[in-house]
């Protein structure tokens, strides 16, 4: 080995020949071309140097080129990025450059260009190319072209600074990159893992509380529900299409409107406690469905009350109203199809029953509010009938009115006879000589009319005065008869009535008409298997979900 000397390279000059000059030239050529000696050894024995040797270390052809061609790197002007890459990239090669400028000196001698693109991305990736020589430290004069003048050109090598490879064993620390890209690596591990073990858990979940209850759903359905036939009926009520409805739109009402509450009262009456129980004591109901070949789950038990009866009930026998059409539609299911038929056929009569109870009803109500108004107004008119005869049977006259004008008329008569009778006297006594006779007559016959004339006016005071007088006769005649007037229209009214409300009973008739009779059927329409299980599914993820999520939302606004 050599030592490492103090001044690592220096040129010797001369100071004769001026720079620049062809004996300056001359020097440095010589001095540059001068073989290189080997270093000492310290451990051998000491020789004895020529006296005209000079201390110092003389740089050699290589390391000359190499200095110019750094100095050139240097001029390209490169940036420390790129120097920086220059260096990773040769230490990708295997190289060892003493700085940067030299690790692009080294790729360029290799012919590898340090600032290609490829080679940015073989930082990267490892290639295989490059494989380190012994200690783990590459060779850093491996790739450097050999001196000039080797040892076999007989010519004294001068000697020179050689560089002491220092050795790189691996380490154990990892740079920032690989550290993160192990610290991602372990992320996405620790992530998978909690995926899995969360997709476990979820499908554990989705298994107890979904797919189990399904299974045993699906089960139920499949193999131990017991098979129900369904008997399907259809009826309207319809009423009596007599016109002489009451008001001027009466005849232009639908009669769907008309039926729509008793289609609805009917609609009611089946699906109530009260058609359960005539129909268990009928046909038997309840007997039907505590048979022992039922499922459990949709049998009766021994001795069923009534409310369980009903919800069986409930559960077997719908029925539904459209406003629409005025149909009423009813659907029977029984474990017998012709049991289920003769359920049907009993609640259409209790039905038909119902509505004829309903329009009796109406029309008995309307019919005896219009007889009994008759019945008043009737005996009322009698009633003023008796008391303008009673009237008149007390003023022993039929006509009080009839008299009284006749008294008017015979003192008007006899008001003008005595007038006339003055004026004939007067004209008598208005002779020198009237005649006596003539007088005397005219003057008894003016005191006959006078006294006819109070007789006449004694009557009309006592007809016209008193409490039996004939004027008051005459004006409670006159009510009498105003009032008798008055039952008369009444009367004639009340009967006008009674007539509209016979009309209107006619119509309020109502009739049951079955437009789809009951018939049997042959095949079970119940249990729908796999409706029902696929029914039963989304239940049941109905509910884990509507769980699921009340839980994450309770969970979230405890631990914010």
Known sequence: MTTKPKARKFRIKRTAPMPGTAAANAARTEATEAPEQPAPDPQADPKPTPPAAKSGEVASTQQVQSENTIDAIRQEGLTGRQLRMARRVAQKHGLAPTSDFDAVRLLRAKGIDPFQRSNMLELVVPQAGAEPHEGGAPDAFANL???????????????????????????TELSPAERRTQEIQNIQRDIARRRRTKMGLLLVRLAFFVILPTFLAGYYFYAIATPMYATKSEFLIIQNEGSGGAGPLGGLLPTQFATNADSIAVQGFLQSKDAMLRLDRDVGFKSHFTQGWIDPIQRLSEDPTNEEAYKTYRKNVKIGYDPTEGMIRMEVAAANPQVSAEFSNQLIDYAEQRVNNLSAQKRDDQMRDARSGFERAEAERRAAQENLVRLQIEGSTLDPEGVIASLRTQIGQLETQIIEKEIELAS????????????????????????????????????SQGENSLAELAARIQIAQADLASRDMMLQSALQQMEQARVEASRQVRYLTVAVEPIAPEEPTYPRAFENTILAFLVFAGIYLMISLTASILREQVTS
């Not at 006594?429 to 006959?448: C, E, H, K, Y």
């Open 145 to 171: 072209p050999a001196t000039t003048g080797g040892a076999g050109s007989g010519r004294a090598q001068l000697p020179q600074t050689v560089q002491v490879a220092r050795q790189q064993l691996p380490s």
């Open 428 to 463: 008598l006594l208005n002779n020198a000589r009237p005649n006596q006779s003539r007088v005397d007559g005219a003057r008894g016959t003016l005191d006959i009319l006078k006294v006819q004339l109070a007789a006449l006016n004694n009557k009309m005071t006592d007809v």
